[in-house]
């Protein structure tokens, strides 16, 4: 192993890079800037190609058409960024393209976003936050292979904070389970003749006149569930006796699991619980280590949108609060008041009024 001390921008463009992506492109805007410019130079020394894009629009459309020859290829932005490229998201998972997506967000405000999209029609992407740099190296090298495996894009939520925290990790290629060949790659191989492949968003298929949008539909639906399923992930502690649960994701996690630990050793009887993937989301791992605390306390960088999955979650088996909210810097990065170890501590001591864990 070769440890060395990297910011979370460029681990993550190495572990892309070990992945075997061999196509970036995208439109600079912090804190997603600081990745373009790691992919910027590093892919061409790989034998690949990074392409500062005209904007956002050009960015998602060249790695569309790189996706469909059958290459590894990413793009990604700011949550604002990511606005305009949504329709062609949505267009890209009904054609079945394994497009890798990083949303260096600003905060934490774009759980919607990345959940829910923006785009038409019934999709979804896969959709993991890492808590700190060591994971993102794994999620990133994970997502490309998920994407793969799923024909389906995976999007990985960022932040300023993981982007520019500096960690000592070891960026090393992981293997993963087998994948089938892209037998339906447009790589040119065919040389266009009477056997043609074609990948489209609507249902097209080769020597066949029309469309059959409802059949279409409902193979996109069952392969999405099926995605649901199997794909949940997510990370708890200290649930045995917990009257008070904590709930985070991503950079946030990172600093409620420290105060649980905090607390723990004090003797209080707190729990955490941190959702891995954001989408397919742990709904019945939650559930089921809120079973029994007397209430659930929600933290999150935004004005309340974890929340709603984690309510829909519980589904009234404890009360749910928020101990999070909007807080972000002047520039609007996301560095806000809120990133403190002592600020959730006195949020998280105020949720503990009444629910028993002091007992």
């Known amino acids: 192993m070769t440890r060395r001390l990297m910011e979370g921008s460029e681990a993550m463009a190495e572990a892309a890079i070990a992945a075997g992506c061999r196509f970036f492109a995208g439109y600079p805007m912090t804190p997603f800037t600081e990745l373009l410019e790691n992919f ?17 629009l050009e960015a998602v459309g060249m790695a569309w058409g790189a996706c469909a020859t059958g290459a590894r290829a990413a793009t990604g932005s700011t949550g604002q960024g990511l606005s305009l490229m949504q329709e062609s998201l949505s267009e890209i998972t009904r054609a079945e393209l394994p497009l890798v997506v990083f949303n260096m967000a600003r905060g934490q ?24 740099v060591n994971e993102a190296i794994h999620h990133v090298q994970l997502a490309f292979h998920l994407a793969d495996h799923w024909r ?9 904070l993981l982007g520019h925290t500096a960690e000592a990790v070891d960026v090393v290629r992981e293997g993963f389970d087998p994948l089938p060949e892209k037998d339906w790659a447009v790589d040119g191989s065919r040389g266009g003749g009477g056997d043609p492949r074609n990948l489209n968003p609507i249902g097209m298929v080769p020597g066949i006149k029309g469309i059959d949008p409802d059949s279409f539909w409902k193979r996109l639906q069952a392969k999405h569930d099926a995605m649901e399923a199997a794909e949940k992930r997510f990370d708890q502690e200290h649930l045995e006796d917990a009257e008070l649960l904590v709930v985070a994701f991503g950079s946030m996690a990172r600093f409620a699991r420290h105060v649980v630990r905090e607390l723990r050793a004090e003797g209080v009887r707190v729990g955490y619980f941190r959702p891995i993937t954001l989408w397919p989301f742990p709904s019945e791992a939650l559930a089921q280590a809120a079973a029994g605390v007397r209430k659930v306390a929600v933290l999150e960088q935004n004005a309340g949108q974890m929340i709603d999955d984690v309510r829909l979650s519980v589904l009234g088996a404890a009360p749910v609060a928020p101990i999070g909210g909007i807080s972000s810097d002047s520039a609007g990065f996301g560095v806000g008041p809120l990133l403190d170890i002592e600020t959730i501590r006195g949020r998280v001591e105020n949720a503990l009024d009444g629910s028993g864990a002091r007992a």
């Open 40 to 56: 910027a130079a590093k892919l061409p020394t790989a034998g690949g190609t990074c392409i500062n894009a005209e904007s956002e």
């Open 109 to 132: 405000s774009d759980y919607y976003q990345a959940t829910r999209g923006g785009g038409h029609g019934d999709y979804r992407h896969l959709v993991l936050a890492p808590i700190d």
């Open 152 to 160: 389906n894009p995976v999007l990985i939520y960022g932040d300023y």
